[in-house]
Nanobody, 125 residues
Framework: QVQLVESGGGLVQAGGSLRLSCAASGGTNSRYAMGWFRQAPGKEREFAASISWNGGMTYYADFVRGRFTISRDNAKNTVYLQMNSLKPEDTAVYYC??????????????????WGQGTQVTVSS
């Protein structure tokens, strides 16, 4: 069983930056792809970014490409999401997730096996 704990959310003005962290613990296999998803009030959860188990492959949703960067430090069992040029429409709860099988990364939430509890990001205009 893998436990994921997100941190780093908060309130920021439009144009600002935040860095989210997701710390993983437990489990016997560290070769997980990791993903970040977000869910705004009244909307479905949507994919933001993913990274392969070794960090060699990354994939971004169109609406974050060029602004967000996903990275990981396997020595620390932590994945990050650096968010720059934030917009009010980026306001959402951000979740990290781990995929056991799709270890090159995937945009589909159904491919992820473990989820964190989420961290709130609020961008004011």
């Amino acid at each position: 069983q893998v436990q994921l704990v997100e941190s780093g959310g908060g309130l920021v003005q439009a144009g600002g930056s935040l860095r989210l962290s997701c710390a993983a613990s437990g489990g016997t296999n560290s070769r997980y792809a990791m993903g970040w998803f977000r869910q705004a009030p009244g909307k479905e959860r949507e994919f933001a970014a993913s990274i392969s188990w070794n960090g060699g492959m990354t994939y971004y949703a169109d609406f974050v490409r060029g602004r967000f960067t996903i990275s990981r430090d396997n020595a620390k069992n932590t994945v990050y999401l650096q968010m720059n040029s934030l917009k009010p429409e980026d306001t959402a709860v951000y979740y990290c997730a781990a995929s056991v099988i799709f270890n090159s990364g995937t945009e589909y939430s159904r491919h992820y096996d473990y989820w964190g509890q989420g961290t709130q990001v609020t961008v004011s205009s």
